[in-house]
């Protein structure tokens, strides 16, 4: 299902991502060494039911995981890339630490996600990878506007992360997003430009670039859920929600918080 959203679904959406984007900055802010991610679970759940809206995992159960999520924020830490399952593991200095979250609020749903290091002890290779993330997602943005097609997006994203040397894996990507969190088209992380469907105003899209340091290769998790890399080297992922507009693409999930 592909969904085109009104100019009042549009501004419940700016809605919806702003509280996204306000709720991740608030978990950055805390996620310090010793925390524990059921924590961050815990504070996730107060900040989405104070707003009055609805987690988009808890309940959450596709085929390619092991029934209902079960929580309301995905939590990855250094090897752990994709879907992280919060459990008893307490922050240490240098871990890279990324935070995914989707909710609904008013009956549009937003998603977003970022990486970075807890506490003081950091490398520059995950300070690069992390920054490839953010580059090639800048790049997916700056080529979404009416008349591009996703290939677009695609290729955009895909140069980037392979101009900086990581292997890209082509299993998990971007998606449609809307009155549910998981939608088409599929935006994948390296594509062939002019190819695929054609964007339009009132459309919304996660786009979301993820890389392993040192390998394409996922593997599932103990949990059913959480997806590492194959190598057991660190990751890094970064996400937006987007709206096609007349004039190109309006980010969503940028945080209000000052």
């Not at 501004?11 to 060494?33: C, F, N, T, Y």
């Not at 890339?81 to 989707?102: C, E, F, I, K, N």
Request: a negative charge.
């Amino acid at each position: 299902m592909i969904e085109i959203l009104n100019s009042a679904e549009l501004a419940r959406a700016r809605d919806a991502g702003a509280l996204v984007a306000d709720i991740l900055q608030a978990l950055k802010l805390r996620s310090a060494v010793g925390v524990n991610l059921l924590d961050i679970d815990r504070w996730a759940k107060e900040m989405i039911t104070d707003a009055g809206a609805q987690s988009c995992y808890v309940d959450y159960a596709p085929s390619f995981g092991r029934g209902p999520f079960g929580h309301y924020i995905c939590t990855a830490v250094n090897d752990a890339v994709l879907h992280g399952m919060p459990h008893d593991y307490r922050l240490a200095d240098g871990d890279l630490l990324t935070l995914d979250l989707a909710v609904t609020l008013r009956g549009i749903s937003a998603d977003a996600a970022i990486s970075f290091i807890v506490g003081e002890a950091r490398t520059p290779r995950d300070v690069a990878m992390i920054d490839a993330t953010e580059r090639s997602l800048a790049a997916g943005i700056a080529a979404a506007r009416p008349g591009a097609r996703i290939g677009d997006l695609s290729h955009a994203i895909g140069s980037v992360l392979s101009d900086a040397g990581y292997p890209i894996n082509m299993e998990f990507g971007g998606h449609g997003i809307g009155s549910t969190m998981h939608q088409d088209p599929h935006v994948a992380n390296d594509g062939r430009p002019g190819r695929g469907y054609k964007l339009r105003p009132g459309l919304l899209l996660a786009l979301e670039p993820w890389v392993m340091a040192d390998t394409a290769e996922l593997v599932t998790d103990a949990d059913g859920w959480t997806l590492r890399s194959a190598t057991g080297c660190r990751t890094a992922h970064s996400e937006h929600t987007i709206a096609i507009t007349d004039d190109g693409a309006e980010i969503l999930t940028l945080s209000t918080a000052t």
